[in-house]
């Protein structure tokens, strides 16, 4: 018979196995939004709107609050501001250096978070959890097979900026909100998240949706968007679930 520690590290991995499916999905559709003429500003603004509005509504319906603590409830905006900013600059890193590469930049967060974690004396570093995160990476390497010729120094930094902003996100989520239910958090942080990044893209003149009619490319930043939150609130649950005790 399968207790209850052991159940909630299953259901932890298969949300792991969801996000990282859901993240794989929104990276090609990405991929298609720039080639029908979109942008990473545009892209970033966007795919938060969907998932604000779905989360509202599913926590609306059953009956449960959206509001935080107001401790929390800046603790959870402030990551809103980090993930807008991290959005950017994936997205931004898709468009300047090949996919491949700036995912496996990208994919450096779990090591930055754990190092987060360490810093702040949350969690111990062991040297097999750093021998761990070090044989994933190389795995990605070998995996990806990033070949690049003229290494594009911007886009790379932007990858590693965006690394470290998830890395930031996760850390503090799964460090702060340590029990109860996740989703008034993402909403939080996809509701600043959306806000700050359709100013910001109104203010530069730069917002450009799709023009093809070869794919339905709003659809596609839809999609992402959705898949983009989900990949975070699975993240951030199972944060949570892992901290929550028996």
């Not at 761990?132 to 990806?144: K, M, P, Q, R």
Request: with cysteine; proline share 4%.
């Amino acid at each position: 018979m399968i207790d209850r520690s052991d159940e909630r590290r299953l259901v932890g991995d298969i949300l792991a196995l969801t996000a990282a499916v859901a993240f794989a999905f929104a990276n090609a559709s990405a991929s298609v939004a720039f080639q029908d003429g979109s942008n990473p500003i545009t892209l970033a603004a966007v795919r938060f709107v969907l998932p604000a509005l779905v989360l509202a509504a599913w926590l609306s319906m059953e009956s449960r609050s959206i509001w935080l603590p107001r401790r929390d409830g800046w603790i959870a905006a402030s990551l809103g501001a980090v993930t807008a900013a991290y959005t950017w600059a994936v997205l931004s890193a898709i468009g300047t250096i090949p996919l491949a590469l700036a995912i496996l930049i990208y994919y450096l967060f779990p090591l930055v978070a754990t190092v987060i974690l360490a810093v702040f004396g949350w969690e111990t570093l062991s040297w097999k959890t750093t021998a761990a995160i070090v044989v994933a990476f190389i795995g990605l390497v070998l995996a990806l097979d990033p070949r690049v010729g003229n290494v594009n120094v911007k886009g790379v930094l932007l990858g590693f900026a965006a690394a470290v902003g998830l890395g930031i996100v996760v850390a503090v989520s799964s460090r702060v909100f340590r029990t109860g239910d996740s989703r008034p958090v993402a909403l939080y942080i996809a509701t600043v998240a959306a806000i700050l990044l359709v100013a910001f893209c109104m203010l530069q003149g730069e917002f450009a949706l799709p023009n093809t009619t070869r794919d339905p490319g709003l659809g596609w930043i839809c999609g992402d968007g959705f898949l983009l939150r989900l990949r975070h609130d699975r993240i951030l649950h199972c944060g949570i679930d892992d901290r929550s005790g028996p």
